[in-house]
């Protein structure tokens, strides 16, 4: 099989993440902050390692500024129901996924805040200049964005647009599903208030494990409250971070492997990782755009994009080329809409979707040779299957 | 032997950073529960002898550890 959907979730993960995961669960079994005996003490400081390791990645100062969470969706929403209240304006962009667009689209049908979308070109390229000219008009209190899209790959420049939202005193929170892990992120260097990150795609953990960044100065109100291990006489959330936003008790077996899974990338470096996807990446565009009825979609330009191609073939259903490719040369990747309808809307592709082709650090060349042969062979036949 | 102090904590987040400091830096420590006098915000804390105990304060305080200490 050839695993060419990493944009869902990677596959394989690093042999040391199934090692952690083992080992906690065969050697070590307690859980974090809530006794005191040495288990629980060995439990704490696998998290805490795993916190410390994620700060590192992103650059953060003080690693109690991370919550962990189940995935990105529930990180995002910790952000957008934690921060907003009545009468905030906010702005996001038309190439969202849903995990941003649903919160903010039910908080603008009850009413509690007005919503702002930027347009993206046709590209999925959002220009941060775009977000001035409602920032000009408008007392904004947060922009959302994400980093780059799961659908056509492009990456918004956070540094650029951190800045002109800065410089209107608004803050920024980030959706980085797709690049946390696989293009650098640098909350300090580009003024990040938030971050929103899944650990179960690039950052190489497994599912069930994703996070927050809330940089010092903004507090937010918790999703859930409850059981922190911390401040146990008192029926009152804790105000420190993370117990503040942590109740309950945490993934610890998940962030086992997510920590190993962020260690990989550390040891190996982003940039390095990067590298190769992206050799991949051009290799299956350049290529793609050879086979006759072929249609990309996303930017042309590679520095301007992650390891993520949409595409589609003329006369075929997306789901169609995904079925064939399943079937016939054991290739899998996603077709459809991506839970991103917005973005389908803004590149032309609504409703049917595209095919998605995400490679990941374990893809070689000869599997992107395999997948545009396989193209190739679609493009030639009828779309009947 | 000298007194013992013990260094507490409110989240368990600073009990591990103050261990791996204290680590670091080769002060003897020992993890312990809380005593339930410090009515603490933690169930861990740190045991201490008083002759580090400016040293530890010295580090803990660098490093941004959110801690308070008392007599044993």
Same mark, same amino acid.
């Not at chain 1, 980085?176 to 990040?192: F, K, L, R, S």
């Given at each position: 099989?050839?695993?060419?959907?990493?944009?869902?979730?990677s596959?394989?993960?690093?042999?040391?993440v199934?090692?952690?995961?083992e080992?906690?669960f065969f050697?070590?079994?307690?859980?974090?902050?809530?006794?005191?005996?040495?288990?629980?003490?060995?439990a704490?400081?696998?998290?805490?390692?795993t916190r410390?390791?994620?700060?590192?990645?992103?650059n953060?100062?003080?690693?109690?500024?991370?919550v962990?969470?189940?995935?990105v969706?529930?990180?995002?929403?910790?952000?957008?129901?934690?921060?907003?209240?009545?009468?905030?304006?906010?702005?996001?962009?038309?190439?969202?996924?849903?995990s941003?667009?649903?919160?903010?689209?039910?908080?603008?049908?009850a009413?509690?805040?007005?919503l702002?979308?930027?347009?993206?070109?046709?590209?999925?390229?959002?220009?941060?200049a775009?977000?001035?000219?409602?920032?000009?008009?408008?007392?904004?209190k947060?922009?959302?964005?994400?980093?780059?899209?799961?659908?056509?790959?492009?990456?918004n420049?956070i540094?650029?647009?951190?800045?002109?939202?800065?410089?209107y005193?608004?803050?920024?929170?980030?959706?980085?599903?797709?690049?946390?892990?696989?293009?650098?992120?640098?909350?300090?260097?580009?003024?990040?208030d938030?971050?929103?990150?899944?650990?179960h795609?690039?950052?190489?953990?497994?599912?069930?494990?994703?996070?927050?960044y809330?940089?010092?100065?903004?507090?937010?109100?918790?999703l859930?409250?409850?059981?922190?291990?911390s401040?146990?006489?008192?029926?009152?959330?804790?105000?420190l971070?993370?117990?503040?936003?942590?109740?309950?008790?945490l993934?610890?077996?998940?962030?086992?492997?997510l920590?190993?899974?962020?260690?990989?990338?550390?040891?190996h470096?982003?940039?390095?990782?990067?590298?190769?996807?992206?050799?991949l990446?051009?290799?299956?565009?350049?290529?793609?755009?050879?086979?006759?009825d072929?249609?990309?979609?996303?930017?042309?330009?590679a520095?301007?994009?992650?390891?993520?191609?949409?595409l589609?073939?003329?006369?075929?259903d997306?789901?169609e080329?995904?079925?064939?490719?399943?079937?016939?040369?054991?290739?899998a990747?996603?077709?459809?809409?991506?839970?991103?309808?917005s973005?389908?809307?803004?590149i032309?592709?609504?409703?049917?979707?595209?095919v998605?082709?995400?490679?990941?650090?374990?893809n070689?060349?000869?599997?992107?040779?395999?997948g545009?042969?396989?193209?190739?062979h679609?493009?030639?036949?009828?779309?009947?299957? | 032997?000298s007194?013992e102090?013990?260094?507490?904590f409110q %989240?368990?987040?600073?009990v591990?950073k103050? /261990?791996? !400091?204290?680590q670091?830096?080769?002060?003897? #420590? +020992? *993890?312990?529960?809380t005593?339930?006098k410090? %009515?603490?915000?933690?169930?861990?804390?740190? /045991?201490v !002898?008083?002759?580090?105990?400016?040293r530890? #304060? +010295? *580090?803990?305080?660098?490093?941004?550890?959110?801690?308070?200490?008392?007599?044993?």
């Open positions: 099989m050839i695993y060419f959907d990493n944009a869902a979730t596959f394989p993960k690093p042999k040391a199934i090692e952690a995961m080992n906690y050697n070590m079994g307690g859980t974090t902050g809530r006794s005191g005996h040495k288990m629980a003490l060995e704490s400081e696998l998290v805490f390692n410390e390791s994620l700060a590192q990645l992103f953060i100062k003080d690693s109690a500024r991370i962990f969470t189940k995935n969706t529930e990180s995002l929403n910790m952000a957008i129901n934690g921060f907003l209240i009545k009468g905030d304006r906010v702005i996001t962009t038309s190439v969202e996924h849903n941003v667009m649903r919160p903010l689209r039910y908080l603008e049908q009413g509690k805040i007005k702002y979308v930027v347009q993206a070109n046709q590209a999925g390229m959002v220009d941060p775009s977000f001035e000219d409602i920032l000009k008009k408008e007392s904004i947060l922009v959302v964005f994400s980093h780059a899209s799961n659908v056509t790959g492009a990456v420049p540094g650029p647009i951190t800045q002109i939202v800065k410089s005193g608004s803050n920024t929170l980030i959706d980085a599903a797709q690049t946390a892990g696989a293009y650098p992120v640098d909350v300090e260097a580009d003024g990040v938030m971050l929103a990150f899944t650990g795609k690039a950052l190489l953990g497994p599912q069930g494990t994703g996070g927050l809330i940089r010092e100065g903004i507090e937010i109100e918790p859930m409250r409850g059981g922190t291990g401040n146990s006489e008192r029926e009152f959330q804790p105000e971070m993370p117990d503040r936003l942590e109740s309950g008790t993934n610890v077996i998940g962030l086992a492997g920590g190993a899974g962020v260690k990989y990338v550390l040891e470096g982003v940039v390095n990782l990067r590298q190769k996807e992206m050799a990446t051009e290799s299956f565009i350049r290529n793609a755009a050879k086979i006759p072929v249609r990309l979609y996303g930017p042309k330009d520095n301007n994009r992650v390891s993520v191609v949409s589609n073939i003329s006369g075929y997306p789901a080329i995904a079925y064939i490719l399943d079937r016939d040369f054991d290739i990747c996603r077709p459809g809409l991506h839970c991103a309808p973005t389908h809307k803004t032309g592709t609504f409703p049917q979707g595209t998605r082709f995400a490679f990941g650090p374990f070689n060349i000869e599997e992107i040779h395999t545009l042969t396989a193209l190739s679609i493009s030639q036949k009828e779309g009947d299957v | 032997m007194a102090y013990v260094v507490y %989240s368990t987040h600073d591990i103050a /261990k791996k !400091e204290l670091q830096a080769c002060i003897a #420590h +020992e *993890i312990i529960p005593p339930k410090l %009515s603490s915000e933690c169930g861990m804390s740190l /045991k !002898e008083a002759f580090v105990l400016e530890v #304060h +010295e *580090i803990l305080c660098l490093k941004g550890v959110r801690f308070k200490s008392d007599l044993l």
